[in-house]
């Protein structure tokens, strides 16, 4: 049985009539099969803020219940602005890529003390706070205020490459000209509602035309798709490069005093999970054996804090990711040779911040996600 001929494109992409068909093609679509998410029962631009920063790089179902518990908190701008960064910290904590919070934080407190409260109308204004990129800026303009700004981001530009049969690679700047031209050129074609424009060619992206085996036949926009028409949808976008992943092994030593409080330190500025608190750990991946990659965790504590330690014994392994490196974190319980507690006098770096804690006090702390599950472990064995 010969194989039926794809549909005739009705319009192409780059007409202004076939540009108002596709846009009210997916607006229509989006009024039947919108997903029921909090930040869309709002046009308040601070709460649509906090949920475009929590949605980078994270799902949506991981993201709303941080979303819920965020804004109970932190209900304006204000109150992130007034707010002590450990705390939000520590409501982020989870959710990744930490340096968004630090961001979130820092731009709250330059929209009180510029008097931009309770949120910049300008979109201009958005796109210069902290953290705030191209997309952020126009997604809040246009979700927020319907001003005329089009959106490019994961699933948009999936649609928009396939729809115009884009086979450049997505992350060259040419590829990426030509689809924020595109976008732009989208919801100029159809002013009625930007963010509603914009919110339902997200939800076809998300939902419709996904990266593998994308849903095709229940795309409304299929009659204007270039990829699907010459059937080369699986081959567009071009497919990324693999990553490379780089294993690393650190050695975790916890460390407890006297007075059963385990050592905590803060991480540094040039560190990853900047700002957050974490067990002393050290990278000994250039390091063999087990007896080298210790002895060398060891000579860096002495050397950061100037006092030694005995190795009582291996407690857990933990194994995480973080962007291209696969980590295997061993921690070994620790304990101080010749002194009973450690203190701030005693450190040798200068940048060097820590403190002691109960573990009943760990639960409070804003922690990376791996020293996270080392507390809870600690909890479960040494709770009294």
């Not at 803060?266 to 700002?275: A, D, I, L």
């Not at 007896?291 to 100037?306: C, P």
């Amino acid at each position: 049985m010969p194989k039926s001929k794809p549909k005739k494109i009705k319009a192409t992409v780059s007409d202004p009539k076939g540009l108002s068909q596709i846009a009210k093609l997916a607006v229509e679509w989006f009024s039947k099969h919108r997903r029921d998410l909090p930040w869309r029962k709002t046009k308040d631009a601070y709460r649509i803020w906090i949920s475009e920063c929590m949605l980078q790089q994270t799902q949506v179902a991981t993201v709303i219940p941080y979303y819920d518990r965020f804004l109970k908190r932190f209900p304006d701008v204000g109150a992130l602005a007034a707010a002590e960064l450990d705390e939000v910290y520590q409501l982020w904590a989870g959710l990744g890529y930490y340096r968004r919070a630090r961001q979130l934080h820092s731009a709250a407190i330059r929209v009180v003390e510029s008097g931009q409260a309770p949120f910049p109308t300008d979109r201009d204004a958005i796109a210069k706070l902290p953290g705030v990129g191209r997309y952020t800026a126009n997604a809040i303009a246009s979700f927020a205020y319907d001003q005329p700004f089009g959106i490019v981001e994961a699933n948009t530009q999936r649609l928009y490459a396939r729809l115009m049969l884009c086979k450049e690679p997505l992350s060259q700047t040419a590829a990426q000209t030509k689809l924020w031209d595109f976008s732009q050129s989208l919801v100029e074609a159809w002013p009625v509602s930007p963010g509603l424009l914009n919110a339902s060619l997200m939800e076809i992206g998300a939902l419709i035309c996904k990266p593998k085996d994308p849903q095709c036949h229940a795309c409304p926009l299929q009659s204007h798709c270039q990829a699907h028409q010459t059937g080369q949808t699986s081959s567009i976008p071009t497919p990324k490069p693999k990553k490379l992943i780089t294993d690393l092994r650190e050695i975790g030593l916890l460390v407890r005093n006297s007075k059963r409080q385990w050592l905590l330190r803060r991480r540094s500025s040039t560190e990853r999970w900047s700002g957050l608190w974490d067990f002393p750990r050290y990278d000994c991946t250039n390091h063999e054996s087990e007896t080298q990659a210790i002895e060398h965790a060891l000579k860096e504590f002495h050397r950061i804090y100037g006092k030694s330690l005995s190795i009582q014994r291996e407690c857990l392994s933990v194994k995480h990711s973080v962007t291209r490196y696969r980590i295997l974190l061993r921690c070994f319980e620790a304990s101080l040779e010749t002194a009973r507690t450690l203190s701030a006098r005693s450190k040798l770096a200068a940048d060097e911040q820590f403190d002691w804690y109960q573990i009943d006090e760990l639960e409070s702390l804003a922690l990376s996600s791996s020293a996270r599950k080392v507390a809870d472990w600690l909890t479960r064995h040494y709770q009294s």
